[in-house]
């Protein structure tokens, strides 16, 4: 009996970055010729989208020999941050006429793992290097914006005042606010809180 399989069960890759499958013998010696048919497939878990996050692969490839046979897969860069996504490749040998060809059910498949490109990290920061507050206002609005990066979940940081030159029981109230950044938030989307300011 000859078995057919990938040559590693799971490969990580950055966004941006290429795929390596190889197909080869795993067990015994190839006396024949045999094609298989690989291609990519996603599943509820995997994640990842064809077209969106790596390029579909659906190919014959040709083993007349132990030595591996390898097609390469983009995986795609964006600018959303996504967290880990990862996609199936599946092997399947056509008809064999000798009956000793066979690829195990265990190991037909291959983990394709993408990582997020640290490129595609969110940043955060205040929308302006100073608020100024007023007195008679009663309050001063503080802002946080998305300076960089779009979400594809929601993300919240917290707003917290610290005393300065002013103090919390006599020119301010002290606060603590969590601001929430939605997902599908671009750049330059702010998320504010106003702090009461005692006169």
Do not use: H, W
């Not at 990519?40 to 990842?48: C, G, H, N, Q, R």
């Not at 190919?59 to 996504?85: A, K, M, R």
């Not at 969110?122 to 302006?128: D, N």
């Amino acid at each position: 009996e000859v078995q057919i399989s990938p040559l590693t069960s799971v490969q990580t890759v950055t966004e941006g970055g290429t795929a390596n499958v190889c197909i080869g013998v795993s067990l015994g010696s190839l006396q024949t010729v045999v094609r298989v048919n690989v291609k990519t497939i996603t599943s509820v878990t995997s994640k990842a989208t064809p077209g969106e996050d790596f390029t579909l692969l659906m190919e014959t490839v040709t083993l007349n020999s132990n030595e591996p046979v390898c097609n390469s897969i983009s995986i795609l860069d964006d600018d959303i941050l996504e967290g880990c996504e990862a996609f199936l490749i599946d092997i399947e040998v056509q008809a064999d006429s000798t009956g000793i060809v066979v690829v195990p059910n265990d190991v037909n498949k291959m983990i394709i793992l993408i990582e997020e490109d640290l490129m595609d990290e969110i940043v955060l920061g205040f929308s302006q290097p100073v608020f100024t507050a007023f007195e008679v206002n009663g309050f001063v609005t503080v802002c946080v914006e998305l300076l960089e990066g779009r979400l594809e979940r929601d993300v919240s940081v917290f707003l917290e005042t610290r005393e300065g030159s002013a103090t919390s029981s006599n020119d301010y109230i002290q606060q603590s606010s969590e601001l929430t950044f939605a997902s599908g938030a671009v750049l330059g989307t702010l998320t504010c809180a106003n702090i009461t300011i005692i006169d």
